[in-house]
């Protein structure tokens, strides 16, 4: 059964409002984390993970450390994209070319519908960190197409349309390590597996984003722009702390920057965004958006270890970009 | 209207009895922490801060870290000194010289009466970090006078009177960033502008003090010597560990240490000092001390996120130095 | 008085049954931490200690950090396993030879009874860490026997008889930091004091020992080899994180690794484990074992603060080895 | 005028024959340096650069910095392939897109004819290093094509014939500074402009080569594979040391490696190589090649300073290659 | 006897014309190094050395490390400048205050008439590297003054005179190391004891200047601004690379750059600045200027071995700064 | 057959005079380098290697680097000490234990006549440097005896003779890079198999030996002591310097250093101890010493490329520890 398109109407969002007092942009849920570390058998940790609406309920891929602590991409489903129940093993890619099975490792995906089927990339262990593409119809099978780019690079998102008859993608081109610097660029496609035309879109700045800056979840359109969510590093006397704000995109050349905030939305505040494996972590990667009441609920692993989920308002984040912007 | 010059009484000290069945020579205020983060709108952590008796109430200015997390200085008055009143916005300082108008940032004031004003300084971001002096005569209006010392800078502490006809400062040279060292050294002038006659204080030495040291509050006059707090940083694996301590420096020549405790008064052991924006910090900025009593508050940074209050009895401390001295 | 061997059945061993839905092979004490750290008076932290039973009763050697944060090793002893009773001054070591008599800290002590008496090694501050050993036969004198070896080492571990006539110890090449690597050695020695024909062990690996590796608990004769617990580490953006799982070595050659657990046996991830003066650190350094019932308490380290315990049955970590085994 | 394919002999060859009782597979031309650091009025120093057979004559593209240390490409011609003239302005390149027209530096070129025109690959200042591509067809009009892939890259080398209808380049992921490590890779493009199919060629080895490794000059095809010569990197306590050796690739899939040179073929030992701005550099980008004699003519840069020149034959390099391989 | 001021005619300034076919604005002596590293018997090297007109011939204060490698300035005498008479002996400082004779070392002297005296000014070892003033009348006693700023920093340069009746002087606030950044600051003082006033002069630039920059020689007084010689430093993959450059000052705010030369008047290309303690270096110290002929003579350490000289005419730098300039 | 120890009486040492006019206690052969990079075939380098009076001739075990740079051990005969003649093929070593023969490298060999044979030590690569141990009687047939210590560790030196019934020998511990560090430490050993009784010669100092020190030459047996060279390192901002000097330690407790040079003997200042693999290297492993005349040669590497010859006078070294030293 080939997929249909998913709507720009999705109803059954998950959603909660916006707690008495609280001024800010973005809010928590109120029941965080939504998936604990241990969801599964066999996981030390699930964070850092995809969903997209599929057939009127949820799927995703999900980013499983298991008890060695080795990385891979888990399948999920929820009814209602709070409750999830989870593979217990990871994702089995079926490769075309046996060059490219070779992948040490997998994670922090992101899923996205493209004209006819799901893609998702993720940070491929190819002899370091790549971008991984590849895609499925009906999240049973998954095929794998090409690494995208060269390593090193991380925080592959792609749009979710082509652009000028392109495929185009943001990534963040990296290190082996826990690499100190991080700007955002972009690169386009005619094809999914040969990637150029790369473009500079913005750098570090200062503050929470001061040591690195990496795309988030997939961009959403909205008539003014392309609206992306990324996170960005501030690095402290005892290590990174990573939060996450705005920056509203051209539609037709995304890699010019519109808008972008001064301010984070999000910084790691509670005990389960602050305590864990890698303590001071929230990180976006995916949303869900739902456009005629403009609800966005966003999905983001906290310190590395558990998922939760925050809300926010199309309107009052664009609101947000054009008082706060520096750009 | 010139104010006066603080009394050596403060009857109205905040103070709360040390705990049954508690034999530290510091201990917490069990309201802890008194600031929490979020007490402006606009403020992403409030910590690092200075206050002094005004007017039968109290003043201070306060390390403000905003939502981008850009640092700066807030002035603020609380009756209790407990509960405080902090402008949202930044102080605006009047600047006579544009050369100086200069700053990046301002993190970590210290306030202090000294002859006919409050003299206050801070970490100036001026190409780097260095020692801000700034005054005021009333906390309404706040002129800048010049930066003290090159950079690289922090904690710039004065002491409360001249002392052989020179205004006296101790601070602490680093570098640009997380600064791996740090000894406390004394600088004097005769007119707040003209640094010479710079001597060394002392060092850093082992455990809890043993990557670098820096004076705290402004130091208190006693009898015996000028007691100084001052706090100590430990490199674990894991990053810094700021702890406080105490030492009592020669009345006359004040680069003399005549005690030096080897055993830190206060290390971070609650939630709100060891889990924040920096795990495993406590800093302290400022004391209020009612000489009749001998009762001192410690105002002192949690996480780089917080205020605490600590509170110690000057004969406790005095009675510490004596039998833990290492100097 | 001279000791008698201990017995292989240990009946008093402390004991709590697998909570209920747990599926893991190692859990931990409910009423954890056993040692809070500030058991004594002085004390900053008591963790990573070695207990061994001693006259029906239980004794052990503990490191307790005192609050200049110095590092030395206490006696103790327990009723139960479970509530101990440390002396509050260090351990006073008799010397024969001045020249050793050096030693700037000491910590992360082993106990082990072999032929006639319980030895104990140590990292002893000897121009750099190395591995301290002593005896005792009372847990009322200890005699400081030499460094068996050159700095710069740590986690000197003894098996508990001679193999071939030889003493045998694990040990861990190091660096005088923060060691960033570390592999398992073994060596030989006649007489405790002369050590020689060293041999590789094992190193690190992926995920959780992707860092460093280390002995840890004495290890465990069985038929099948000899079972060593140790820890692992990993290095995340923000630090170390010590996890801990199992191997099981040659009988005869223990230089051979017959087993080696692919998962971690438990890692950091309560608040005594993930929050303290080290974020994130699960340090074992000691076993009870009870041969008839199978049963093992292992004390480890919390947060480089407190002192855990958590259990297991050694057929499950046997089955745990052979399933779980990358050797 | 367009010019045609240059063909395989090439008789004026720059030539001189193996000095008596040197038994070496490369040899150094005996009046090295070429070309000297001063050759045009404003250059520091020319080094690292391309030449290829043009019209008869010698054409070539060179590394030149001025004396800001500002790194360039510049335009040479030559009769004989010895005496060089320089322009002395850098080339000026022809930019169809402005949002490429950023170039913060350009060096390292190498230049290989492909069907029909010269295409240029350099180091190119694009937010970081990466690989610019430009053609010519005549030495007098430069244009700029595109950022072949994202920063970080360095030694961006193509193939002289496309491999199953794909243009190929071999390439070096690196960092954004003195890269402590580096491996080849090869990507695949159907345009020049985007490019995939990205293929692990080889990594670092042992010695000369324990460091980083990157290719060279274009790889010379042969009836048993592709010659590839490339630099290798190894890291004494006072520096990097540059050698160079050779490898041979699959013809049909040229990530395959047959052999792979143990030994290094030519080592920093000349005072022209050994002394200079950067000390101890033989670094090759490109070769001279007359196929019916067998004769190579290397070009390499010395101490990244000066230009040099060594021989080799065909044969005999792989005769060395058959014999001294460690693939 | 006190001298006199130091007349502008300095008609025996050692002088070699510039070569035929040099077209580069400064130019080396032909039989540099004119100070060899051995001239007294107990030295490893003698460089960056400051001298000056006195009565009629030369004198100088020479940096001297001995063959334990113990850096201390020496005094020396000259008939003609180029041939050097230096003490085995260490100058011996008069304190007046013992609490500033703790001096572990001293390093690259500057001289400088101001007023009634010769100043010297170098890098003192008080806790770190800072400046230390000293002065002489005769070059025969020598008193110590002060340590003028804190640590660390080096590079400490006065002004020839007073502006606006205040002392001047140029730093480059450093690290205790091998301070890998480094900008030009400037200081007034009322007193020579008291420093104050910081300005921020210049910061880093491209190439040969992108890693530090550091004042030299004592500032030239000319009609349009002072003329500032200084060294800069570029980092590469072997370390640094030392070479000098110009600028010119505002003659009464002498913070603001008038002009700055792109490019470097010299680069280490000789074998006595490429080969020695510290391969690579050329670093300026002092001038020698007759103002009738406008010719100057520059000493500057070679490698950190040895002593040479360049030559210039102050009105071609003047045209090379004015074409050249990127301020 | 079974070679006879050694005669004190060396009457055809290598010699040559001390040059007029120079006053070092140290001097250099005129005609270094004595054995050239290339000397044999596959040789790239050959250094930091050790000579032995041999039946009325001379014998040596040398360090080859081969043109892959890697490390290993040759075979070397002389008539004078002067001219060698090398094995083209490393040393095979005849392993008792197979679990000894693994050796990824093996570096500066030092040889000693001790009671019946001719003891090699060098850095072996055992899972990182440590001090492998061998022998031979005839320099024909070589035995592995034993990894003497773990790694890190390098500069692994015997005593000529057993120390109050134990064998004696001193080494460096060390890290597994181009460690920073690095004191002299003893250790003792009933069977040169197991060592242990560790004791701490000396570290560092300042200047030319602040980095780092290690002994060089088997230690000369004096009245007044054992005399023993050894090299010191300098860090400069490029690199490390190695020069070398002299200690004389107790007969009887040869831990108790009497004398420390505080200058060196002699520092890299030549072309081929400045120019070459590693630029300024000077590094003695080995002397000849003619008791009657009081000749010392001293065998050094050069560069870490080519062997030199140095020489003194033992009463003249004796002169100068008793007026240079430190200790």
């Known amino acids: 059964m080939k997929p249909s398109a998913p709507s720009v109407e999705l109803p059954n969002i998950p959603w909660e409002e916006r707690p008495a007092g609280d001024s800010n942009v973005v809010w928590r849920y109120s029941k965080n984390p939504i998936i604990p570390r241990d969801l599964i058998p066999t996981s030390n940790s699930i964070f850092n993970s995809a969903v997209v609406p599929f057939n009127g309920t949820f799927a995703g891929v999900f980013r499983c450390d298991d008890r060695s602590r080795h990385m891979d991409v888990h399948r ?106 991080g700007d955002i660029y972009l690169s386009m496609s005619p094809d999914m597996v040969h990637w150029g035309e790369h473009r500079y879109v913005m750098g570090t700045s200062h503050g929470w984003q001061s040591t690195k800056v990496g795309a988030g979840p997939v961009p959403i359109e909205t008539p003014e722009g392309w609206l992306m969510f990324y996170h960005g590093v501030l690095t402290s006397c005892n290590g990174f702390v990573y939060s996450f704000g705005a920056a509203l995109l051209d539609l037709d050349k995304p890699w010019k920057v519109i808008y972008r905030g001064s301010s984070y939305l999000l910084s790691p505040q509670t005990y389960y965004e602050c305590v864990g494996d890698v303590p001071n972590v929230a990180f976006p990667c995916a949303t869900l958006y739902d456009k005629p009441s403009g609800r966005i609920a966003i999905y983001y692993g906290g310190a590395d270890t558990v998922t939760g989920l925050a809300f926010c308002k199309i309107d009052e984040v664009m609101d947000f970009l054009k008082h706060d912007s520096t750009a």
Not at 76 to 84: A, N, R, V
Not at 173 to 181: A, L, R, V
């Open 76 to 181: 999920g489903f929820s009814q209602d994209g709070l409750q999830w129940m989870l593979d217990e093993g990871a994702i089995e890619w079926i490769y075309n070319d046996p060059d490219c099975a070779h992948s040490q490792y997998k994670y922090d995906p992101r899923v996205c519908w493209i004209e006819d089927r799901y893609y998702v990339m993720w940070c491929n262990g190819f002899h370091g960190p790549t971008i991984g593409i590849g895609y499925t119809f009906d999240f049973e099978k998954f095929y794998f197409l090409e690494n995208a780019l060269l390593p090193y690079n991380r925080n592959g998102v792609p749009f979710p349309r082509k652009i000028k008859d392109k495929y185009v993608m943001l990534s963040r081109p990296s290190d082996n390590g826990h690499t100190p610097f």
